[in-house]
């Protein structure tokens, strides 16, 4: 990690080397320190606010993560004050994220307003977990560009009941898989080494057309198209630093979500073209599938994909 670089206590040394790869790296040194606050703007707090859903990723005893989304009625997230964030909201017994949830545990959440296309991420720390919700201290916050998310509109909302039994696996199979080739969302948790300058749990956004995620023919493999966003490289240079990943696969339209845990790989320019082109793109050897049909109160009607995504 460059000692004399001004960014090197915003950024970690997974984020620096693709940064110096990508070109960004001086720019970022100049401006890291006033893109990522940390405490959250008012519009910020605003924002978080207004959202049906979060997106929330933690990793599990094991140091493995997941990601997962939680739902509730605009203002189930509050910012009680620039530094602390409250969810009131828990994930449900079936979802793989509950164990990761506990005091102390580092947690990467996404605001996304996918009705706007906004976004606005906050990393940090729960410091308090009870029957009805948690509570993060706030480490990192900022915003991220509109790149690559589709535009949707909520279409119903079902009332709460006991969604169906969960379908756990080993490798993507089925319904999963095929949920998962059509995908045109995935959001994915991953994680730093802790007590390093950037480090911490992180959640992220990942779009493109229908068919992006390329499954192998085992299941066991899958892979996309990382395209180029902010350069900040949050997410894949977490990656180059601790592979262990989750990912959930929403489909907006029944409801059902599929978590995959992996570990992952980034790939370079020579690999990732194979898969639409990008600099760059991540394998994920698959370990574990959790397909949980309907889990989603929430229904939403595809209105327009990204206008920057490749054809």
Do not use: K
């Amino acid at each position: 990690m460059p000692q004399s670089s001004p960014g090197q206590g915003v950024f970690h040394a997974g984020e620096l080397a693709l940064q110096q790869q990508a070109g960004s790296l001086e720019q970022l040194a100049l401006h890291g320190a006033r893109i990522v606050q940390q405490s959250m703007a008012p519009a910020h707090q605003a924002f978080f606010a207004q959202l049906p859903f979060l997106v929330v990723g933690a990793a599990d005893a094991e140091g493995q993560p997941w990601c997962g989304l939680l739902e509730g009625r605009p203002g189930f997230v509050q910012a009680r004050d620039a530094r602390t964030l409250r969810v009131q909201a828990l994930p449900h017994p079936q979802d793989p994220l509950g164990a990761s949830l506990r005091l102390g545990a580092c947690v990467g959440m996404l605001g996304i307003e996918l009705g706007t296309r906004r976004r606005n991420r906050v990393n940090g720390r729960v410091i308090d977990l009870d029957a009805a919700g948690f509570s993060v201290e706030v480490e990192q916050s900022f915003g991220n560009c509109p790149r690559y998310i589709q535009l949707r509109e909520p279409r119903l909302e079902l009332p709460g009941s006991e969604p169906r039994a969960p379908v756990p696996a080993s490798r993507l199979q089925g319904e999963a898989a095929e949920l998962v080739r059509r995908a045109d969302t995935l959001f994915i948790a991953s994680q730093a080494l802790q007590g390093q300058a950037g480090g911490g749990a992180d959640a992220s956004h990942r779009g493109g057309r229908p068919g992006f995620v390329q499954v192998d023919a085992t299941g066991q493999r899958l892979a996309w198209a990382d395209f180029p966003g902010n350069r900040y490289f949050n997410t894949l240079g977490n990656l180059l630093l601790e592979p262990r990943a989750g990912l959930v696969f929403p489909d907006f339209e029944t409801g059902d979500l599929v978590h995959v845990a992996g570990r992952a790989e980034v790939l370079g320019p020579e690999h990732a073209a194979a898969l639409g082109g990008a600099e760059r793109g991540v394998l994920l050897h698959v370990d574990r599938v959790v397909h949980r049909p309907a889990a989603l109160r929430q229904r939403w009607r595809l209105l327009e994909l990204s206008p920057y995504l490749p054809d």
